[in-house]
């Protein structure tokens, strides 16, 4: 019996059940999925390129799909010819992860701001039981690929996105612009998703987007500052699936829920990421007690704190933080979809109302720190917010994938690098191939 006539029998079974109640009934045990067999022979394993993701100084991780049951690996070396390579499976200590749609692998012990060469690979796996398990041998992919480290020696230079909602033709632009800029990291600022319900729909938004550039992640890797919809769907409650978390090693005990923040030197830059979260009040019924998010705020603000009086993170010349939803906006009106609690019952657009869970909490420490920019985005709109006395931080909200030039609607890629001594920053349209503005931001130390 395959798998969709036992769910069917199981319909059946379960009317019959509430027909007859006194009747006990029992289902037969489903026969493993067609994967666990080693899948068709014929169809490559491998289903993807690589996607680098959670570059660190000592770490870099690297996803990839899977047509079939499998068990995935990277070999890594600082040799272009993979000379001595290190081979290392997906999963972890005692047992190694096994499964039939994602790898992912994680590498550490890495070199701050080193150079490697690395390919993946997966074992194709015949999988009948506990004590009935085989290796049917390895496929990898030719292709030899490469990556460097964070680290204070790593080139300061860096790209955002944001906003792509599985928008593909903006998407391919996107891409395009990155691999053109060539950064040592990019940083999907959110929103990567819309409301994904399977983690196929995840897979294709990762790791085999539709768009022509497939190894788009392969050689600059990806860090991600979730968005809202980001958290949104049965298969976004664990996008760890498909895109992982950082290593428990990277946050203390008490921070391993954790898993997306992030704060390490790129060269002369600190990288500081934050998760906002989702923009309505947990207290929503359509969330039906589900979410969590405004301790988890609360949970990062102790961590913000923590990281930014890091010797490494003190000593930086520039400091960029990075999350979602900007922490200002003088328009109530602007935050698309910002549908918050007014206390009445109803529910209207009032960004001032989110502010509070997040600018009150983190602004003054972006202060304290002495925070240059804050990248941000959500509204689908670029803008940029100049320093004030009271919010001494500028702010650059990345736009959307949607065109109305009036409204400044159009995708952006936000490039910023250290040359001369200084931070320069530009903002890409990417639908106009343009550059929309330029900023520049002296040293803090």
Not at 25 to 39: L, N, Y
Not at 169 to 181: H, M, N, Q, Y
Not at 186 to 206: H, K, L, R, Y
Not at 304 to 329: G, N, S, T
Request: glycine share 8%.
């Amino acid at each position: 019996m395959n798998r969709r006539e036992f769910l069917k029998g199981s319909v059946a079974m379960a009317g019959a059940a509430a027909a007859v109640p006194c009747v006990a009934q029992t289902a037969p045990a489903p026969a493993a999925p067609t994967s666990a067999e080693g899948g068709d022979p014929s169809v490559p394993l491998l289903a993807s390129a690589p996607m680098l993701q959670n570059p660190a100084p000592t770490s870099m991780g690297v996803a990839f799909a899977v047509s079939a049951m499998a068990n995935g690996f990277v070999e890594y070396s600082t040799s272009p010819d993979l000379k001595d390579a290190v081979t290392v499976k997906c999963g972890g200590f005692r047992v190694t992860d096994m499964n039939d749609k994602v790898m992912l692998v994680r590498l550490t012990g890495l070199k701050p701001a080193t150079k490697y060469y690395y390919r993946i690979g997966a074992d194709r796996i015949s999988y009948k039981g506990g004590y009935k398990m085989k290796n049917l041998g390895p496929e990898r992919d030719p292709r030899i690929y490469s990556f460097t480290t964070a680290g204070e020696g790593a080139e300061a230079h860096f790209c955002v996105c944001n906003d792509t909602h599985v928008k593909w033709a903006s998407f391919g632009l996107v891409v395009d612009k990155i691999a053109e800029l060539k950064p040592t990291l990019a940083v999907w600022n959110g929103d990567a998703c819309n409301t994904q319900e399977t983690i196929e729909s995840q897979i294709e938004i990762f790791l085999n987007p539709q768009v022509s550039r497939k190894d788009y992640a392969a050689e600059i890797p990806f860090c991600l500052a979730p968005g809202n919809h980001d958290q949104r769907g049965l298969a976004n409650r664990h996008l760890e699936r498909v895109f992982m978390f950082r290593q428990p090693e990277e946050r203390s005990a008490r921070d391993w829920d954790l898993g997306r923040n992030f704060a390490f030197r790129l060269g002369d830059i600190a990288m500081i990421g934050l998760d906002t979260g989702e923009d309505k009040p947990d207290r929503r019924d359509v969330f039906a007690g589900l979410f969590s998010n405004e301790p988890y705020r609360v949970a990062q603000t102790q961590w913000l704190k923590e990281a930014l009086e890091r010797p490494d993170i003190q000593k930086a010349p520039f400091i960029v933080a990075f999350c979602h939803i900007p922490l200002f906006d003088d328009r109530p009106w602007a935050n698309p979809g910002g549908i918050c609690d007014n206390g009445g019952g109803k529910y209207k657009h009032d960004f001032a109302l989110w502010e509070k869970s997040c600018a009150e909490m983190w602004g003054p420490l972006l202060k304290q720190h002495h925070v240059q920019l804050l990248i941000a985005a959500h509204e689908h709109e670029y803008r940029y917010d100049a320093p004030t006395a009271e919010r001494p931080w500028a702010q650059i909200v990345g736009g959307g994938p949607l065109l109305n030039e009036k409204l400044n609607r159009f995708q952006t890629v936000i490039d910023g690098r250290v040359e001369g001594g200084e931070l320069k920053v530009a903002v890409h349209d990417v639908h106009h191939n343009r550059i929309v503005g330029s900023f520049t931001y002296k040293s803090r130390v």
